[in-house]
């Protein structure tokens, strides 16, 4: 089945501890994004991939980092979370058409920060 | 930077009733519109989309939405709205030059009643 893996999906941790948050797709897409969804925001894009090793800022990247060794894998890093970095998270994926891409999202990861 | 503005937040109504969500765009430029829908524990899913062509979109579960250009709107409708449609709506805007991000508005949660 085609579809977008995140892990953990439910995560409580405390300030400071590293975490990662794991996302695998298996569609062959050459795109993928992470958002974090915030109440009354939406989803805010983090970061992006256009490809394997190229990645890019989004709207919100501060404290997060992410790494694109393999087409299929896209992790979030958290170095040091902080509490305002609890909420939802969803990672995407796409074949890359300029302007057109349609994404698949994962189930959600949702974090908690104390 | 583009954003979109999706103005009711909270939508309740009756089993059978009409539903329009609007949702207003800022880029005066090339735009792809999309809907997605989140069911309540779930991942986000593509209601419908609009590239070009027909700006009368039509997409699953008998949701249309209508691209005005000169209102730079995008609204979405269901002439007759069931229980299993309670969800969170949000509208959402992909430019090439943006990377191929997703801009998303901030959700409109809708409650239907049986």
């Known amino acids: 089945e085609a579809q977008v893996t995140q892990n953990p999906r439910y995560l409580i941790t405390v300030t400071g501890k590293k975490l990662t948050v794991t996302c695998s797709q298996n569609?062959?897409?050459?795109?993928m994004s992470w958002y974090r969804q915030d109440p009354g925001l939406g989803l805010r894009q983090i970061y992006y991939?256009?490809?394997?090793?190229?990645?890019d800022k989004g709207d919100v990247p501060e404290g997060y980092k992410v790494s694109r060794k393999e087409k299929r894998n896209f992790p979030l890093i958290l170095e040091s979370p902080s509490p305002n970095q609890t909420s939802l998270y969803f990672c995407a994926s796409s074949l890359y058409r300029a302007g057109a891409n349609v994404l698949t999202f994962g189930a959600g990861s949702r974090l908690t920060v104390l | 930077a583009q954003s979109v503005s999706q103005h009711n937040h909270h939508v309740i109504l009756s089993e059978a009733a009409s539903l329009e969500l609007g949702c207003n765009y800022s880029?005066?430029?090339?735009?792809?519109l999309f809907w997605y829908v989140q069911y309540p524990g779930q991942h986000l899913q593509l209601l419908l989309k609009y590239f070009s062509g027909d700006p009368l979109v039509k997409g699953i579960k008998g949701f249309e939405a209508e691209f005005i250009k000169s209102k730079f709107s995008f609204n979405l409708r269901k002439p007759s709205v069931q229980w299993s449609d309670t969800a969170e709506y949000f509208c959402?805007?992909?430019?090439?030059?943006?990377?191929?991000?997703?801009?998303f508005g901030g959700g409109t949660r809708v409650l239907v009643k049986p």
């Open positions: 569609m062959n897409h050459e795109y």
């Open positions: 959402a805007t992909m430019i090439k030059a943006a990377g191929n991000k997703l801009t």
């Open positions: 880029y005066g430029g090339t735009v792809n």
């Open positions: 991939s256009m490809n394997v090793e190229v990645t």
